[in-house]
DNA sequence: CGCATTTTCGATAGACCTATAGATTCTATA
DNA sequence: TATAGAATCTATAGGTCTATCGAAAATGCG
């Protein structure tokens, strides 16, 4: 009753979680900066000019933290995803789509993807599992579409749709890790031309040639 | 003169330097696994059921491991790179090869691999500026070999070769990450599947339709 | 302004981790 | 088998980090 308990932790106004806000976002750029692992709460709260003790007041622990770092860096992806599948548009349209939209949330909330993306192995089984799921949903929805290019022939029936998927995810999440030091492109670009390496390859076809 | 000094760590006999592997061995495995500040001295003896300081007999510090088996990660990579750029063969070819002895690392040597991209920004100043060389070579060789095409006209002239290397590189680094979990393809079958799609795309392109 | 509530602070317990030091056991060889 | 040197051990100093507790400051409301 009389006792410390701060509800704030299952309560919360509108005032705490503008705070909350604030220092999930420290904690995102750490995180990202650092690792988790190598992150310390005092280093998170220098960021934001408090004491590293004040930041109890807002969250559990140091690893409920991570969970929401890692929370918002997938819904990112999966929103814009999920939106994409749903639209009335050929397969190659949705995949040109899909591309762009997984590439906004790495434009615009770098840190919590970066976070997503290489520290949420460390998340507690419950969480990383949840986590999982959505990691999964978006690999599916990839290769959904991809699939459906296949039905309607407008993909080469031959191609591997999950090995495909692989690989577009995989050249997509890597931008998270060149784009902060390389010239920094910009991000309609990198879209461009991912889609058109994915859709049309680099080599010249000189089809009467070859066969 | 006469103090403890064990030379070992300058002087390395053929015993002391096979012991060495094996920590350095374990050390990959449990870096990999936990990441370079999620592991403890402890973990790296208990793979080896040694104790916890004797490791400290072979090895400076725990940095210097986390150099070591990045060192090693990243040769497996420059090495095989290095042997096809000198190869006499077309661009595309040499693009082929390229993949595949890219992925050969990470087929034989997954640990390794996995600590060289996920942990070397954790690596002191100095060593992490010598593996960025080594990194920034092979990034370099990729490109190379895709100017190269473009020039002698068996990659289209519009092709971005920076962007695509990057891209490349991207599909070929994520494979570390869910090969493990994934249903285990064999690796050639993704180098082939790579390749394919880095050349030729996944679109039909109906070349008499189109235009 | 005075009081209740919310938010932040200082101090620190308690746990854990790296690296060192000196003692001890193992190994090889004469 | 006695001995030197190599390899491993036990113990722990010294440091850091998370999370807690109660006090203090700030806030807002009557």
């Given at each position: ?18 705070r909350?806000d604030e220092i999930?976002d ?186």
């Open positions: 009753m009389t006792k410390h308990t701060p509800r704030t932790h299952f309560v919360r106004n509108s005032r705490v979680l503008r909350a999930i420290a904690a995102a750029r750490v995180f990202a900066q650092r690792g988790y692992h190598g992150t310390t709460t005092q280093a998170i709260a220098d960021v934001l000019g408090m004491r590293q003790a004040s930041l109890y007041y807002y969250f559990p622990s140091k690893e409920a933290a991570l969970e929401e770092v890692c929370a918002r860096g997938t819904d990112g992806f999966v929103g814009g995803a999920e939106r994409v599948l749903q639209l009335d548009a050929p397969p190659l349209e949705k995949l040109t789509l899909l591309i762009a939209s997984h590439l906004a949330p790495i434009d615009t909330m770098p840190d919590y993807v970066r976070v997503f993306i290489n520290e949420r192995r460390y998340l507690p089984d419950a969480s990383r599992k949840r986590i999982g799921r959505k990691s999964r949903r978006i690999e599916r929805i990839f290769e959904l579409v991809i699939e459906a290019g296949i039905e309607d022939g407008s993909i080469k029936p031959g191609v591997d749709a999950r090995l495909t998927m692989l690989a577009v995810l995989g050249m997509l999440n890597a931008v998270i890790n060149w784009r902060a030091c390389d010239q920094c492109q910009d991000i309609e670009a990198i879209a461009a031309g991912f889609v058109r390496l994915v859709a049309d390859g680099i080599a010249v076809t000189n089809s009467a040639v070859k066969r």
